[in-house]
């Protein structure tokens, strides 16, 4: 084994914030490197020095031994380091073939003097690499046209294209379904017999000890440890990442289950929602599986008011439920967080404060002006038992880490104490500790009586918090499972 990358001693300052303090990281060729750490610990920030996405205000980077500067991202590239970023960087208008070679398509020259792009050779060239990743996308689809895994595998590709000797994966999986993770995998595993070197953040546990080689834990922007990942249990992985022990991951309160208090009836909506009948009692935890793009999230939004169902009926509290905004969902106690944070939920550009304060939840709803002060004390509560990180209220959303992000749409959302909480991917994202104090607040808020409504890819969540689970497919309800009958081997064989 030879070190292809080393990083020394390197420090990165925001304004306010210390995000690397002298951190220091080395990737073998061939490997795959994990680098674990709590929400805001500096895994993104040191993946975008290594990348030239930000400059170090001091250390140093060796590429195969020699010290290297890395000014722009451009630098990387040409060095063969290459990031695959969560929301890709493709031209969504353009087919997959052009995004793999875009700046830097093959030429041939035709009588002598005349340069051309060569088609042959770039789909040649493209068929070879898509063949050696083992996926099957059609060349001529627009980029738009496919799903984020497929987007995830362009970009691969696209690295290739350029000869990427290191690939950068931060939270790869974070937004595929389990047969997705498990296409990603094999492709890994094709880099890696071919010599390619990987970092890979992630904050799924089960992940790093099933493909990971070795795994370097951040905390607070300083290196705490790097070990073989055959050397280390989860419980010490943790206690790395965290700085103690940390008990119970799942923990599920016992509740006293009430009256149904939301019914929904046939709903329907063409081409996405078929017949989907369904209650949620008092006080229950009704989760929802099914795969991505099975119609989870359309038919949160039809219940919400953020879309319109065609045929079916919603009752809440014996009522009809039928809300023509999400406003009018609030005013009525039904509170949803979104999977997509920056479209529903959070104003990324605006300060924290006034995310607390200005934001959709408070500025449309009637309930702000009732407890207004009470409730803002209740977010910053809330943001303090999940560790939201932040210099201060007056910090911009956009620079928080995508976990801290994730953590104040759940906690305004939290302070709302709605009737009914709609939650669509709630810890995306988010580290194990702050994970856990989730589902633990969303227990305790269960036994006060409030239903809550879990949309989750990620199974052990599911099923470790839900009272009865309901498993869509291609727009329609395949069945229900109680909890004594759980299975995750249940579920996906309903759902696939
Ligand atoms: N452009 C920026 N301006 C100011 N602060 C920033 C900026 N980018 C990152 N930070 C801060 O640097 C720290 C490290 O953030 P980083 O995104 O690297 O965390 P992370 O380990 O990737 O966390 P997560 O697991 O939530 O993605 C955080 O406190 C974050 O708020
Ligand atoms: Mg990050």
Not at 209 to 227: M, P, S, Y
Request: glycine share 8%; hydrophobic share 40%.
């Amino acid at each position: 084994m030879s070190t292809i990358l080393k990083l020394e001693n390197i420090h990165k300052s925001f304004p306010g914030v210390r995000a690397l303090y002298n951190m220091q990281i080395e990737l073998e060729k061939g490997e795959l490197h994990a680098v674990c750490g709590e929400n805001g610990a500096g895994k993104s920030t040191l993946m975008k020095v290594i990348t030239g996405v930000y400059k170090a205000d001091k250390g140093d980077i060796y590429l195969n031994g020699e010290k290297i500067t890395i000014k722009e991202p451009n630098d990387a590239y040409g060095k063969g380091i290459a990031i695959i970023f969560q929301e890709t960087s493709l031209f969504k208008d353009l087919t997959v073939l052009e995004n793999l070679f875009m700046g830097h398509e093959p030429t041939r020259k035709t009588l002598g003097f005349v340069n051309h792009i060569d088609y042959p050779a770039m789909i040649k060239k493209a068929k070879e690499i898509f063949a050696f990743l083992g996926i099957d996308i059609p060349l001529d689809a627009k980029v738009d046209s496919l799903g984020v895994a497929s987007k995830q595998m362009v970009e691969i590709a696209k690295a290739l294209t350029y000869g990427a000797k290191i690939l950068i994966l931060d939270e790869p999986t974070a937004a595929l379904t389990n047969k997705e993770v498990r296409a990603l995998f094999d492709t890994i595993a094709r880099l890696k017999k071919d010599g390619i070197s990987m970092l890979y953040i992630s904050h799924r546990m089960e992940e790093i000890f099933e493909i990971a080689d070795r795994v370097t834990v951040i905390r607070d922007g300083e290196f705490v440890k790097t070990a073989n990942i055959g050397d280390v249990t989860e419980k010490q992985l943790i206690a790395w990442m965290v700085g103690r022990e940390m008990d119970d991951l799942y923990p599920k309160v016992e509740v006293q289950i009430g009256k149904p208090i939301l019914k929904v009836e046939h709903l329907s909506k063409r081409n996405v929602l078929s017949d989907i009948s369904f209650e949620v009692k008092q006080g229950e935890i009704f989760g929802i599986a099914g795969l991505a793009g099975a119609g989870r999230t359309e038919l949160a939004e039809c219940i919400c008011g953020l879309m319109k169902h065609e045929e079916g009926n919603v009752s809440f509290l014996d009522q009809p439920f039928n809300v023509k905004s999400y406003r009018e969902a609030i005013d009525k106690g039904v509170v949803y967080v979104s999977e997509d944070r920056k479209k529903y939920g959070l104003i990324v550009p605006m300060t924290i404060k006034e995310n607390m304060t200005l934001s959709v939840l408070y500025k449309i709803s009637k309930m702000s002006f009732v407890n207004f002060k009470k409730e803002k004390g209740i977010i910053g509560d809330y943001m303090r038992k999940l560790g939201v990180k932040a210099p201060n209220e007056d910090f911009i959303v956009d620079n928080l880490s995508g976990g801290n992000q994730q953590k104040v749409l759940v906690a305004k959302a939290l302070a709302a104490a709605p009737k009914i909480l709609i939650l669509d991917e709630p810890t995306r994202g988010v580290d194990v500790g702050a994970k856990a104090e989730i589902h633990r607040i969303i227990s305790n808020l269960a036994k006060e009586g409030m239903s809550i409504i879990m949309i989750s890819s990620d199974m052990p969540e599911l099923l470790g918090m839900s009272d009865r689970l309901m498993v869509v497919k291609h727009g329609k309800k395949i069945g229900e499972l109680e909890r004594s009958d759980f299975s995750q081997e249940k579920v996906l064989e309903m759902a696939l």
